[in-house]
T-cell receptor, first 113, second 110 residues
Framework: DVKVTQSSRYLVKRTGEKVFLECVQD?????MFWYRQDPGLGLRLIYF???????EKGDIPEGYSVSREKKERFSLILESASTNQTSMYLC????????????FGPGTRLTVL | RKEVEQDPGPFNVPEGATVAFNCTYS??????FFWYRQDCRKEPKLLMS???SGNEDGRFTAQLNRASQYISLLIRDSKLSDSATYLC???????????FGTGTRLQVTL
């Protein structure tokens, strides 16, 4: 069974703080993704990575950066958190980049005060 | 027009009923389609892929209508455990962009 884990289920941060969200997968997948999910907007892709040290912007990369130093780990960084980044953040991995099953982690509910 | 559109629902149906959801997509070049299921406060999980010829998995049937640009999900003999949000996913273009719909909520009642 594929397992994708995320570092926290719930996180509360203050405006301006630097926030790190970590994601680890155990299936040796090359492709990893970060999404945010908001009511009425669905899942939106922030960044994805198709290999170690490689990254591509998704639909809404502004205010975010990512790091992929090891194949199994993909980190999302909010350089200076803002209230409009309050959301559910979901990490996913897949064997092929697109058109393939995406395996999601349990999500991190981030609240920025 | 949104790239992928779903009726948000909720669809409230009694146990044993048959229910169907549609998902429309705007880009005729879209090439792959999926249905994911998301339980309340949980992550999405793949329910089934949607093939041109249609496909069935137990009580679930997925269909693709390219001419009218929509995919459908039919659930027969609904169970309480089918209560969830159903997300359609469309893959489009040479860069194979993947777009999620906002989901349709199903509530199955006794």
């Amino acid at each position: 069974d594929v397992k994708v884990t995320q570092s926290s289920r719930y996180l509360v941060k203050r405006t301006g703080e630097k926030v790190f969200l970590e994601c680890v997968q155990d299936m040796d997948h090359e492709n990893m993704f970060w999404y945010r999910q908001d009511p009425g907007l669905g899942l939106r892709l922030i960044y994805f990575s198709y290999d170690v040290k490689m990254k591509e912007k998704g639909d809404i990369p502004e205010g975010y950066s990512v790091s992929r130093e090891k194949k199994e780990r993909f980190s999302l960084i909010l350089e200076s958190a803002s209230t409009n980044q309050t959301s559910m953040y979901l990490c996913a991995s897949s064997f092929r980049p697109w058109g393939d099953t995406q395996y999601f982690g349990p999500g991190t509910r981030l609240t920025v005060l | 027009r949104k790239e992928v559109e779903q009726d948000p629902g909720p669809f409230n149906v009694p146990e044993g009923a048959t229910v169907a959801f549609n998902c429309t997509y705007s880009n005729s070049a879209s090439q792959s389609f999926f249905w994911y299921r998301q339980d309340c406060r949980k992550e999405p999980k793949l329910l089934m892929s949607v093939y041109s010829s249609g496909n069935e998995d137990g009580r679930f049937t997925a269909q693709l209508n390219r001419a009218s640009q929509y995919i459908s999900l039919l659930i027969r003999d609904s169970k309480l455990s089918d209560s969830a949000t159903y997300l359609c996913v469309v893959v489009t273009g040479t860069a194979s962009k993947l777009t999620f719909g906002t989901g349709t909520r199903l509530q199955v009642t006794l």
